[in-house]
Structures are given as structure tokens and as C-alpha cells.
């Protein structure tokens, strides 16, 4: 049915390509030169719009940040991908640091029901929109930035680019895309019930971003 | 809808940005279109290439086959979908529980009238049509254990307490697609509230569902249609999430899907697609721009439509794949105000194609149930009409009769309708053909 | 556009038998300005009736006859933004494929809103007249056709005792639609309750526009509510407070 169904589809455009319309290609859209730190602010500017909270923090203290962060909101089990530390993180009493190493499959109910908080990496972020980049991976899988109810992001300041297009093209997306990518900017949320904005509807409920410089 | 239009002013205060911006859309589109077949056969085999299956579909029966064999092959039962307006068009949901498999829809809106058991009134505000008591009230009546709130947030709480359970035990994910980029072979899809991630990245299997016209050419095309999707939709300079699917789950992933599946449906689109006029529907990119700023849809709503896509879209396109012969009462459904054309992210003409379905349904033409549209008695009234005005003395005979004798035309027919809410014009005394010989002034 | 000498003017239909003096009007005050204005007798409509009902063939048989009527190459002024759309951007289209295609095109290219081309002549306005209040209807083809903008509300705004109102929505349709509003009575009735509520709200004694479709509808629409408010044709506002008595 499939393989019909293709040949007839095609045959119908095939014999309807003469006379195609073309429309005239638009002038490129004035593109924002910003700075780096011009960078960082419009981030966090568009993102805190949409309630994405953030720390600060750097290279070496970033883990006892973020796991002082974990300890106030109470998180008791966190995620975490198997490479996240390049050291052992500071012990602490109150968080079960969880590494993901097992298929989704062993362990569904567990992710979906004892998971507090996930803590990933991103690939970058994108100035214009206030937008994270991931490229989730074996190591940081795709999930680990959706069923938890907390995501904290790890954010290089260095590797915030000024919009979409910019970063597509200098990173050369268009030679080769991961399985699955993701742009995330802000926590999951909704305008469904009465155009009313909620926030936390499927996706995590809150979404941290600590900027590392 | 006040508050949509305003946010999406908001979201272009440049013309000059806009302007540009829509003539890159515009022209993507356009591209994309002019090359629709060779893109098809290039994202097929990219898709397959990165381990999707691509599965084609000529009418929506055909698609609900295709999905059901997927479905079954995985002995799988039930299915959480995310928003896919392709899915409508297939009516999915009813097809599939006529065949023993629980779809369920996972978009707060569409759950909210899924549970209602009724159609979305918009295509990006599915449940535009209900008010928080009713949503209070449904959710009292049909989810166990949920007390009785209209506080958005606790609503929006139980959905996801119920919702998350599917998402965790659903056998295979169901969702539309945005964009098609044949370069990669990559699905894009657009979402504020994670529940296409949760269809698409949960479940071990994923179908989703495009209809033909959703390819683009390349992943540089993708950016700008982005931005002018999520501004002109609802006042957002991004959606909160952007995903972007090229392949099924790798050997070394730990999630995802095993099996992602691509299902490309035709339904009347190729047919639309033989005219170089008409085609420009096929630019739609869903954003329901149209709906918002339309003052025939915000006073009507979705369901006076009677059909999947409500709007100036819909009135373009529901002629189109269902024939002028029932729906061309649709065509004439707008003022032709050009609201709708002002506000298109892709430039769609759609005040010139209602026109030209018009004139399909009166006067024949390409398009299903050309010519089926005439009647007689209008057929009469515009012969009748251009006699009168394409001749001067007939012109003369009738204007100085309307001038001396309509006021006393009895307010029957059109006039009737006219004068429900308005008083009945009054004709001058004199024309201004009389006043302006009276006055001198010179006619050649 | 070079101030011409002379132009020719195109009434419309609904001028002709419903608003003749707003013709006049508008005729008088480009003669005021220097200019000379013709009148051909046999001209009647534009088409636009059948050509938005879908009679193409009709239409196109009525823009023939009315083609033929404005020999040369002078402008051709419309005091409606919808007609004037009609002929200088659909007439193209409309004889697309046709012998006279040239001839329709060369046409559609000569046509000027009216209010559009009294600001090209550059018209200074003295108010005569008593203060009043006054509201703008911008119509939907002026604004979104013809790319009419400011140049009505400036015309207005150059008459001292005159105070222009805004409508809170002045971009949406009245519902007029040609026979949408009779095809669709409900919905063309709540579009043009709106906008007549809307012209009150603003507490104006006069509601203005350049589009006699709207204004028929309009002050119609406040006739039934008896509204004592004056609709009128912007032309035979300026002309009205400027003439000298």
C-alpha cells in the first residue's frame, strides 16, 4: 500500500512542477552583534522571563554549588550522567547522587517515581532567545532533561552564541545531526486552561542554569 | 484574542524586521515547495539512512492502516499522543479505539477535549472554547480521585499526575511534526510543555505523522521559520522546547525509542498542489495567526467551521481537500478584510484564493466540485447585474429609478437580512451622474 | 507623482446613488486646488460585486466598459479605498490572459485614493467650521490594498476646531464584506454592533471615513440604535468646513 501510495503521490507533484512559484528571497534579517557578557545578560534576561532561575559559579566550585542548591530545595535522589564529575563530589549526607547507567527500560518506574532532580551538561546556548543547547548522548541521555521535576543546566559562558542561525552555521549542524537534539528555554509550560500561564505541566518544574565561567 | 494580538505586535516591532523576516519565510516555503517532490524522496531516504522507517499514505484511511499495522506489530495497546493536527485530519484517535488501542491525547488542551470527547476548536489553543469552571467541572466528573479546582495550577497539576502514568506505560508515541528538513533527515517539533518529548523519547516506538507539504529544503531554513512560528502563534520569541529528531534510539543510547517511524500523508494535498495559485496554501506553516486576528473566528469560534482547520486556513483549504460542491459556503465566510493576510508569517493570499474558490465554485475550474457552486437565481442576478452596468443608458434608466423610487422597495431578500441590525440605506435624490452635469463639469 | 493638470475622476457606485454630495465634494476640492476634473458620463462600477462573488466573467465585462471610458494616461482618483483596489490591483489579474491585458494594467497603474492624492497636492485646509468631535474609520482595503495610512487623519487634523478620536479598534472590520453582510447577517451584525459601540464609546459627534460601503454599513448600524450620530464621507467633511460661504 506504502510503495503505491508513494508513486502516485509522486507522480501527481512530478506532473505539477511546471509553472512552480518562487517567492523572492527576503534581505537577511539585521543580525545583533553582542559581546560576551552582552551574551550572558540577554540569556539570562529572556530566560528569567520564563521563570528559569540561575546560579553562578566556576570551573572547580560548580559541584558544591549546585549540590548546596540541591540540599535547599530538598532533593534526596539527583541524576546525574555517568561522566559529569571529573573529581569525586563533595560528599554530602542529605543528596544521593545517581548516576544514569542502565537502559531506561530497567528502571522506568524508579526514574519517573524517585528522581528528584537531574543534573546535565549543554552543548551551549543561543543569547537571542535565552535558549540552552543539548545534544543528549550515551552519557547524558535524552531523558534526563524531562522526567525529573528539577533540570539543572550547566552552562559555559563561553560557548553562548548570539542566535539559532549563528550557531548552526559556525558549528556546522547541517554535516551532521546527533539522533536527538533539544534547544530548551525555560521550564516545561502551558496556556491551555484559559490562556493562563502554568508552569510544570509535563516536563521539569523548575530549571536551573548555572553559568560556569 | 486581544491578548494574543498584542503579544504578537509585541513580538515585531520592527515593519522593517518583519518584513524581511516574512520574505525569508516566505520564500523557504516557496523553495521548499518548488522542489516538493525531489525533497520527499530526499528526506525519505535520509530518514532511512539514519534508521527511521517511511511510510506514505495517500488518503487518511491508508495512514490510520499504516499506523494500526505499526502498532500491532508491537502487539501495543496504548498509545499517548502529542498535538499533531495531521492526526485530526485522520481522525486517529476514534480509529484506533475502534480497534482496541487506547490513543490518548497528552497536550493539555486536546486531553482537556478528549475527556469532553470533542474536536479542537484552534489548532494551537485546542480548548480556547472552555472556560476554567467548565475544565474544573469535567475534571470533577471524569479523573478519579481529583477534587474540584478551578485554580489553573492544581488543574494543570492533576493532568500531569495523570498523564505522567501514560507516558511511563505507553506502548508506542504518536506525534505530528513542524518541520521535515531533507538535508538531515531530521523531524522538528515545537512544544511549550514536554508532552512531545514525552511521546517521542518514553515510549519504545514513535510514529509520527507530516503531511507532505512540511519539508524544507535545509537546516538553515529552519531558524527563521522558528522565530516567525512561535511570535505570530502566541507572542513567544521561542517555544520552551525545540526538538529536533534525526534517528531512533544508537546502540550505545540508554533511552529513546528503538523504533521511530515517519508516516508522510498525502490527502488531497498533491491535488492542491497542481495549481501554481492554489499551492500557496500548501506554504502554511500552522502558527494560527490567522484565527487570532480574524474577526469572523473570534466572534464565531473554531467549531462553527465544521471542519479540522477553522479560519481563514480553513476556509482556504477545507474547499479544497473536501470539495466546493458542500463547503463552498466557506469561501464565503469573510469579509475579505485581509486581516489574515497581514498577519501571515508566510505571505499566503488568502483574501486572492477565497476569491479564486469563489469563482471556482461559481464558474469551474481545477479545484474538487468546481462549478458546483452555481445556482441559477445568482447565476441571473450578476447577468442581470452586468447588463445594467456595463451599459451607460441601461446605467442611466436603472440609477434615476433606484434615486426616484427605491426608498419605497419593501425590505425582503438581502435587504431583510441587512436591516436586522441597521437601518435600510437611503438612495439620493439625484446622482451624482445629474449633479456633476448640473455643476459643469466635463466629461471628457 | 508630478501635480498633473487635469484628472479624472471615477465616482463608484455607491457615491453615484447613495452619496452623490461626497462625490461632489471631493470633485470641488481638487478643482479648488488648480486642478482640472473630468467626469465621464458612462461610468457606473468598478466590478467589484461580482468579482469578490466569484462572476469573474461578469466583472471582467464591466471593467471593460468603464476601461474604455478613461482614455490617455492622467490619473484616475477613486474617493473609495476598496473600489480603488479593485481597479489597481485585481484589474491585472482579472484580465490576466486576456487580449487587453496591457490596456487593464496601463489602467490599474493610473489609479489614486482620493485621500492619498489630495495629500500629493500638497492641499492646505482653513477650518471654518464649529468645534466638533469626530472619529476615523480606516477601512480595511484603503489600509491593507491601497497601503492608505495617515494621510486621511492628517487631512482632518489640518482643520483647527476639529478633534480627531481614536477607535480602540481601529484596524477590525465593520462587517460591511460587500454580500458577505447579507450572506452572513449574524456574524456581519455582531462585527459592525462592535464597531458601532466602539464609535460611540469615543464620544464622538461625527464618524468619518473614505469608504462608502462601511459608512452605509455603519450608519446603519447606528441608525437602528438611534444614535444621533452624523456618518460621513471624509470629502464632503472637508469640503463642508473649508468652502467659503
Not at chain 2, 501554481?276 to 473570534?298: D, F, K, Q
Amino acid at each position: 500500500m506504502s510503495e503505491t501510495a508513494r508513486g502516485r503521490i509522486l507522480e501527481r507533484l512530478r506532473s505539477a512542477s511546471v509553472g512552480a512559484q518562487r517567492a523572492e528571497r527576503g534581505a537577511q534579517v539585521k543580525q545583533p552583534k553582542r559581546s560576551r557578557d552582552e551574551r550572558v545578560v540577554r540569556l539570562r534576561t529572556m530566560m528569567e522571563a520564563v521563570r528559569t532561575e540561575f546560579l553562578e559559579a566556576d570551573r572547580e566550585s560548580w559541584p558544591s554549588t549546585v549540590l548546596a542548591f540541591l540540599v535547599s530545595i530538598g532533593a534526596k535522589r539527583v541524576l546525574h550522567g555517568a561522566n559529569l564529575f571529573s573529581v569525586a563530589p563533595p560528599d554530602s549526607a542529605a543528596v544521593e547522587l545517581v548516576p544514569y547507567d542502565k537502559p531506561i527500560e530497567e528502571w522506568k518506574t524508579d526514574m519517573f517515581s524517585n528522581i528528584d532532580a537531574a543534573i546535565t551538561t549543554t552543548r551551549g546556548g543561543i543569547a537571542e532567545t535565552g535558549t540552552l543547547i543539548l545534544w543528549p548522548s550515551p552519557d547524558e541521555p535524552r531523558l534526563m532533561s524531562l522526567v525529573p521535576p528539577v533540570h539543572v543546566a550547566l552552562l559555559d559562558t563561553n560557548k553562548i552564541h548570539d542566535t539559532f542561525a549563528d550557531v548552526m552555521r559556525d558549528e556546522n549542524w547541517a554535516a551532521g545531526m546527533p539522533p536527538n537534539a533539544l534547544l530548551i528555554s525555560g521550564p516545561s509550560k502551558t496556556a491551555d486552561i484559559e490562556q493562563t500561564l502554568a508552569y510544570g505541566v509535563h516536563g521539569p518544574k523548575r530549571l536551573i542554569v548555572v553559568l560556569v565561567s | 484574542m486581544d491578548g494574543l494580538i498584542g503579544k504578537r505586535a509585541v513580538q515585531f516591532p520592527d515593519q522593517e524586521e518583519w518584513a524581511a523576516l516574512r520574505a525569508r519565510g516566505a520564500e523557504a516555503r516557496a523553495r521548499a515547495l518548488a522542489n516538493l517532490p525531489d525533497l520527499l524522496i530526499r528526506l525519505e531516504a535520509r530518514c532511512r539512512a539514519n534508521g527511521m522507517e517511511v511510510h506514505w499514505a495517500e488518503t487518511t484511511e491508508e495512514a490510520n492502516e499504516e499506523v494500526l499495522a505499526i502498532l500491532n506489530r508491537r502487539g501495543a495497546k496504548h498509545v499517548v499522543k502529542g498535538k499533531s493536527m495531521v492526526s485530526e485530519e485522520m481522525h486517529l484517535n476514534d480509529f484506533l479505539e475502534s480497534h482496541g488501542i487506547e490513543s490518548l491525547e497528552s497536550d493539555l488542551g486536546e486531553y482537556i477535549i478528549q475527556l469532553d470527547h470533542e474536536t479542537p476548536s484552534h489548532i494551537i489553543m485546542p480548548a480556547i472554547h472552555k472556560n476554567r469552571k467548565q475544565i474544573a467541572r469535567l475534571f470533577g466528573e471524569k479523573i478519579r480521585a481529583a477534587k474540584y479546582t478551578e485554580d489553573v495550577d492544581e488543574l494543570t497539576g492533576i493532568a500531569r499526575r495523570v498523564l505522567r502514568r501514560k507516558f511511563e506505560e505507553a506502548d508506542a508515541g504518536v506525534s505530528g511534526v513542524n518541520f521535515a528538513v531533507a538535508e538531515t533527515g531530521t523531524l522538528f517539533l515545537i512544544e511549550n510543555e514536554g508532552n512531545g518529548r514525552m511521546s517521542t523519547h518514553v515510549p519504545p516506538v514513535h510514529i509520527a505523522l507530516m503531511g507532505i507539504e512540511k519539508v524544507l529544503e535545509r537546516l538553515e531554513d529552519v531558524p527563521p521559520l522558528l522565530t516567525l512560528l512561535t511570535r505570530s502563534a502566541t507572542g513567544q520569541p521561542i517555544s520552551t522546547y525545540l526538538n529536533m529528531i534525526t534517528a531512533p534510539r544508537s546502540r550505545d543510547e540508554k533511552d529513546g525509542p528503538r523504533e521511530v517511524h515517519l508516516v508522510i500523508l498525502d490527502n488531497a494535498r498533491s491535488r492542491i498542489y497542481a495549481d501554481p495559485e492554489l499551492r500557496t496554501t500548501l506554504r502554511c506553516i500552522r502558527c494560527g495567526a490567522c484565527m487570532n486576528h480574524c474577526p469572523v473566528y473570534t466572534r464565531v469560534g473554531g467549531h462553527a467551521y465544521d471542519a479540522v482547520y477553522p479560519g481563514p486556513i480553513g476556509k482556504i483549504l477545507t474547499p479544497q481537500v473536501e470539495g466546493l460542491a458542500h463547503r463552498h459556503d466557506l469561501t464565503h465566510a469573510s469579509s475579505l478584510c485581509g486581516a489574515c493576510v497581514e498577519v501571515c508569517p508566510v505571505q499566503i493570499p488568502i483574501s486572492s484564493l477565497l476569491i479564486r474558490l469563489r469563482k471556482e465554485a461559481s464558474s469551474g475550474g481545477v479545484v474538487k466540485g468546481a462549478g458546483e457552486g452555481r445556482t441559477r437565481a445568482e447565476a441571473f442576478t450578476w447577468a442581470v447585474w452586468k447588463r445594467i452596468h456595463a451599459s451607460p443608458p441601461a446605467y442611466r434608466v436603472v440609477s434615476w429609478l433606484a434615486t426616484r423610487l427605491g426608498r419605497f422597495v419593501p425590505a425582503v431578500g438581502p435587504l431583510k437580512a441587512w436591516t436586522t441590525v441597521r437601518t435600510k440605506p437611503r438612495f439620493a435624490h439625484k446622482t451624482l451622474h445629474e449633479l456633476t452635469r448640473e455643476e459643469g463639469v466635463p466629461d471628457v | 507623482m508630478a501635480r498633473p493638470d487635469s484628472v479624472y475622476f471615477f465616482g463608484t457606485c455607491l457615491v453615484d446613488l447613495f452619496y452623490p454630495q461626497a462625490g461632489l465634494a471631493a470633485i470641488r476640492l481638487i478643482q479648488r486646488e488648480g486642478v482640472r476634473v473630468i467626469f465621464p458620463q458612462g461610468q457606473t462600477c468598478c466590478g467589484q460585486p461580482a468579482f469578490n462573488s466569484g462572476y469573474q466573467d461578469d466583472a471582467r465585462a464591466v471593467a471593460r466598459k468603464q476601461i474604455a471610458l478613461f482614455p490617455g494616461d492622467l490619473p484616475i482618483v477613486v474617493p473609495s479605498g476598496s473600489c480603488a483596489a479593485m481597479m489597481r490591483h485585481h484589474y491585472p489579474a482579472l484580465f490576466e490572459g486576456e487580449a487587453d491585458h496591457a490596456a487593464a494594467a496601463a489602467f490599474a497603474s493610473r489609479i489614486c485614493e482620493l485621500t492619498q492624492f489630495l495629500t500629493t497636492l500638497g492641499i492646505e485646509l482653513r477650518d471654518r467650521g464649529e468645534p466638533v468631535k469626530v472619529a476615523w474609520h480606516a477601512s480595511c482595503h484603503a489600509m491593507r490594498e491601497m497601503g492608505v495610512g495617515d494621510e486621511p487623519k492628517s487631512l482632518v487634523r489640518q482643520l483647527s476646531n476639529v478633534e480627531l478620536l481614536e477607535l480602540s479598534r481601529e484596524r477590525e472590520c465593520c462587517g460591511f464584506g460587500g454580500t458577505f453582510s447579507v450572506r452572513y447577517p449574524e456574524i456581519s451584525a455582531a462585527m459592525v454592533s462592535d464597531k458601532a459601540a466602539d464609535v460611540v464609546a469615543t464620544g464622538a459627534q461625527e464618524l468619518l471615513s473614505a469608504d462608502c460601503g462601511c459608512l452605509m454599513n455603519i450608519a446603519g448600524a447606528l441608525g437602528a440604535k438611534g444614535v444621533p450620530l452624523r456618518a460621513r464621507h471624509v470629502a464632503e467633511f472637508l469640503w463642508e468646513r473649508t468652502r467659503e460661504r
